[in-house]
């Protein structure tokens, strides 16, 4: 069977991170009030979520479900006369937004954890973000396999995380132009932001998070590069409409 074929089938991640400075703030959020009710009024994608930054380096998070890679070309491809008309429009539009900085547009799919929606997503919680490269690739396979089977399970474990799921960017010719990176996605929903000392202040960690913490450092972070870790807090959530 070609690898391929599961790929097309499954739904996609959308993200979107930006920064933008705090004098075009109200502008930034005025024109996605009405940025993500647009874009799903395209087929294809299927819900759109918004995040403001609590902890890290970027300031805004959106997240999208894209039904499968066949809709691409039309959602975010490189060639405008194909595109939908309104993924043209929106991309002028943004054009046109002033401060904005920072802004790194990948595309996933799943490997691992709680699926798209189920219950991943279906709840207003905060979200850590961890991205990654494998620095190792000789090691890549090994360190996929004890963040799968190993280092997400067990996280999620911990009282505290309400769900977890691990993703790597989609490699298709519509998306080449992008730049699409960090290769590795991680997301984790925490039950509240309250819960977040316990799991991740190394001065007041629960035994069992700082026991993995001490895992990552001494496994993981010697096999990873261009990291970057963020904790957001929900602001807006759309569905599509039924047809």
Not at 97 to 102: A, K, T
Not at 144 to 171: C, E, K, M, T
Not at 215 to 232: A, D, I, K, T
């Amino acid at each position: 069977m070609d690898p391929t074929s599961t790929i097309i089938e499954c739904p996609l991640l959308l993200l979107v991170q930006a920064n933008v400075a705090a004098e075009h703030e109200y502008d930034f959020n005025a024109w996605y009030y009405h940025h993500v009710p647009a874009l799903l009024e395209i087929p294809g994608y299927r819900w759109g979520r918004r995040y403001q930054g609590v902890l890290g380096d970027t300031k805004y998070l959106a997240l999208y479900e894209i039904e499968d890679a066949a809709f691409l070309e039309h959602l975010i491809g490189p060639d405008a006369d194909k595109r939908h008309p309104t993924a043209n429009a929106e991309f002028a539009k943004f054009e046109q937004l002033q401060g904005v900085s920072d802004v790194r547009i990948n595309i996933y799919q799943q490997l691992s954890g709680s699926h798209l929606g189920n219950p991943f997503l279906n709840d207003d919680l905060p979200l850590s973000a961890v991205m990654v490269d494998c620095a190792v690739p000789e090691k890549e396979a090994e360190f996929n396999a004890w963040y799968d089977r190993s280092h997400v399970p067990n996280l999620v474990q911990i009282p505290g995380y309400a769900s977890g799921a691990r993703f790597q960017l989609l490699d298709h010719p519509a998306l080449e132009w992008l730049g699409m990176g960090p290769k590795y996605l991680a997301l984790y929903e925490f039950d509240s932001l309250d819960c977040l000392p316990s799991l991740a202040d190394p001065d007041s960690m629960r035994p069992e998070a700082k026991d993995e913490l001490e895992r990552w450092m001494s496994y993981g972070m010697p096999l990873v590069e261009n990291m970057s870790w963020n904790v957001y807090r929900p602001i807006a959530k759309h569905w599509r409409l039924a047809d």
